[in-house]
């Protein structure tokens, strides 16, 4: 009876049912867009971390090379002949594997000292850097005239330079630093005896431009590797992994890592873990994967702030109309029944019943909606998915690299870079100083959405059937004699 | 059944007051068949809606089975609507969403019955007002006369002590108003119920046992002096 009457009532008053649902609908699928949009938009700014630091990383720790003193920023493989200039027709052919420019070591022993901290999970040693190769022919036209810079870039010399960036990881299980073994789509993670092994992981996207697979090998530091895993790497992630133990015999920084990558016991303590990391390791830099969000630029922070702020408050706005759309248009409703419930009132139905009534044709309002309204933010977001540009974010290399500055590096922090990199500017360029990584957007609809929405479309259900109501339960049952309706 | 003694009711209209009723003393015997007459805006269905429960007096005693109706609580007056006081109304007030069947039904939801206990009665009670083959009919599908019965029957189907109709045939041609009079009269012979009719048809009332006649918010003829060989109420009354 109960159901049937309302069944009866929505049936007949469709149209207004119609408005009601298609307004609850509108509110709740713009929730469900936007929360999905922001939902998307926090998982490409994990990407963006994740791409920086790795799974599970709560913070890392590096150390700035101060300007002018930093690490040998010149081509060791020039070494002792770089005052030199090599003779016209030279052929030139480098590989080198240094730590970012602008970055310091520290000593390997840091690592088991933070890892030993109370508010410390776990802690692994990492080495981010980069494989320079170039090769060309000094040409007889420019030879022994000019400065380094001129002869880089003067007619006739040819010079290839390619490079590649590679993480050296501590082989753990824990999780923490810029490889996961769960990353690791094809082959296999390095085995715990792999530390001075020479094997290689690379990032499934550098694998398909330099058609690696699972066997083959690549070459770091001119030395050979063969190729054990291919890992799905987020973008602006680390070209090639490598163990530890090798990346600092292969750089010569042997007992050394440039990044300490540490995981918190709880979300909660990261900061007071940061300060306690500072006072262990004086002199580096802490930075925290939330001082890191607060870092990124780009597209990627644009969406952020549109989709928390003006997202928010649109659907915000839109559903607080559409409830009280919904509860006026109930109230109308009633208003319009008030024979009809002044007679349910005659024939002895109580207050309470007929509120029920009333509520009950709310709450199936607001669940006709909240259905609509599911289908409509599903829709929203897939639309959303669909249309979304890639986004970019860019980081500072004060965070990516441990602050490094490049124009130490380019600019004479040591004299040998100048004077004897003939690619000194060329190299400048090939790095990029702070990291941009490109996100795809996509809104997925979490579980969680579709269960605020629910209980947004019973929230607005019950508006409607609670406006609606009290103006029944104001009703006298002598309404049941009313001529007019 | 009922006594009342010096029943006022008013209702403001704006700054106005305006007294519907202004002091009506009347008895009703149980299993009487009473007609209210008078004209209109006289305070006929402002009586009903009193001896209905619907409403309370602004001043005097409404005693309907010894329980002053002025003072009984909201819960305890829905409780007697409910069990002893069936209503029929002038324009049908069925639920227009409703079928037959279902608005019989709407009578018994106070009492919990069983789903099919109260489908048998239902349908039972419309069997009673020869509807048996509209019993899934909407209101809209159904003729004036048809919806009257049909409002009957839900007010009826919970065998009630009174039956309070106000001008059941107000809205209905002469030959439905003598099938739905001929029911009423039938229904109230059979089962005993007390029956208060309000009308404004002279036909109508002179089938009753007993003519009270409102005029100023008054009755003017009725109870005990009313002699009981002759029905007629005074033609200057009945404008
Ligand atoms: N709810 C109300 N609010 C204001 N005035 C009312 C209300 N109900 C009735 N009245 C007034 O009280 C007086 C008596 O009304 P009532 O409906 O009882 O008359 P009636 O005899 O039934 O008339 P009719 O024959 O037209 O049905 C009228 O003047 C009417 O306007
Ligand atoms: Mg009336």
């Known amino acids: 009876m109960y159901l049937t009457y309302i069944r009866r009532e929505l049936r007949r008053r469709s149209k207004q049912a119609i408005v009601v649902a298609v307004g609850l609908a509108i509110g709740i699928g713009l929730v469900m867009t936007v929360s999905a949009t922001s939902t998307g938009v926090e998982n490409a700014q994990l990407q963006v971390l994740h791409s920086l630091y790795g799974v599970g990383t709560d913070m890392t720790v590096t150390k700035t090379a101060s300007a002018g003193s930093g690490g040998p920023q010149h081509f060791s493989g020039f070494g002792g002949n770089a005052e030199s200039a090599p003779a016209a027709g030279t052929q030139i052919s480098r590989n080198t594997l240094r730590p970012t420019p602008g970055s310091a070591t520290l000593p390997a022993a840091d690592v088991s000292k933070v890892a030993s901290l109370s508010g410390a999970a776990a802690a692994t040693g990492g080495l981010v850097l980069t494989d320079t190769s170039f090769s060309g022919t000094i040409s007889s036209a420019t030879s022994g005239a000019g400065t380094g810079a001129t002869r880089s870039t003067g007619a006739g010399s040819s010079f290839d330079i390619s490079s590649f960036s590679v993480d050296g990881v501590q082989i753990s299980k ?19 005896s792999d530390n001075t092994a020479m094997v ?16 083959s090998t690549v070459t770091v530091a001119g030395d050979s590797l063969s190729v054990i895993g291919i890992a799905r790497m987020p973008s602006g992630s680390a070209d090639v992994y490598i163990p530890l133990g090798t990346a600092q015999s292969l750089a010569g920084l042997s007992g050394d890592v440039t990044t300490i990558y540490v995981s918190a016991t709880s979300a909660a303590n990261v900061s007071s873990l940061a300060a306690e990391v500072q006072r262990t390791v004086p002199g580096a830099t802490v930075s925290t994967s939330a001082q890191l969000a607060s870092e990124v630029t780009g597209s990627l922070s644009s969406a952020t702030s549109l989709a928390t702020r003006l997202g928010k408050w649109l659907s915000i706005a839109a559903l607080a109309v559409a409830f009280v759309i919904a509860g006026l248009l109930m109230m109308a409703a009633v208003s319009r029944r008030v024979r009809e419930f002044g007679t349910l009132k005659a024939i002895g139905w109580r207050t309470r019943r007929i509120v029920a009534q009333v509520m ?31 986004l970019s974010a860019t980081v500072g290399s004060s965070f990516a690299t441990g602050g490094g500055d490049f124009g130490a590096f380019g600019g004479g922090g040591s004299a040998g870079a100048t004077s004897s990199s003939p690619a000194g500017g060329g190299l400048a360029r090939a790095f990029d100083s702070a990291r941009t990584v490109l996100v795809h957007l996509s809104a997925p609809v979490q579980s969680q959405t579709i269960l605020v929405a629910v209980c947004l479309a019973v929230a607005g259900g019950l508006v409607a059937g609670a406006l609606g109501s009290w103006r029944a339960s104001r009703l006298r049952p002598a309404a049941a004699l009313r001529r007019i309706e | 059944m009922y006594e009342l003694t010096g029943i006022r009711k008013y209702f403001h209209r704006g700054a106005e007051t305006v007294w519907a009723l202004d002091g009506v003393d009347l008895d009703i015997a149980d299993g009487e068949f009473l007609a209210i007459q008078g004209p209109t805006g006289q305070g006929k269905s402002t009586l009903l809606v009193l001896l209905g429960g619907l409403d309370r007096p602004t001043e005097g005693r409404i005693v309907f089975d010894g329980r002053d109706l002025g003072r009984l609580a909201e819960l305890q007056l829905a409780e007697l609507r409910a069990a002893d006081f069936g209503f029929v109304f002038q324009s049908f007030n069925l639920i227009p969403t409703l079928t037959a069947q279902e608005n019989v039904e709407t009578a018994l939801v106070p009492f919990h019955l069983s789903p099919d206990e109260r489908r048998r009665r239902a349908h039972q009670a419309l069997v009673d007002l020869g509807l048996e083959d509209r019993v899934g009919h909407l209101p809209s599908e159904l003729s004036g006369g048809q919806q009257q019965r049909v409002a009957i029957a839900r007010a009826l189907v919970k065998d009630p002590k009174v039956l309070l109709a106000d001008e059941p045939t107000g809205n209905l041609d002469e030959d439905t108003r003598d099938e739905i009079v001929g029911a009423l009269e039938g229904l109230w012979r059979n089962r005993g119920l007390t029956l208060v009719l309000v009308t404004h048809d002279s036909w109508v009332a002179r089938r009753a046992e007993r003519i009270a006649v409102i005029k100023g918010g008054r009755v003017n003829y009725g109870d005990a002096s009313w002699p009981s060989t002759g029905r007629e109420p005074d033609p200057e009354l009945v404008a």
């Open chain 1, 360 to 390: 009950g044709e709310g709450l199936a309002l607001g669940l006709v909606g909240g259905v609509a309204g599911i289908v409509l933010g599903l829709a929203g977001s897939e639309i959303v998915s669909l249309l979304a540009p890639s």
């Open chain 1, 200 to 215: 290689a992981i690379v990032s499934s996207s550098y694998a398909g431009q330099q058609s690696l697979s699972v066997g």
């Open chain 1, 174 to 192: 824990s999780g923490v630093g810029p490889l996961d073994a769960a990353e690791v789509a094809k082959g296999s993670y390095f085995s715990s």
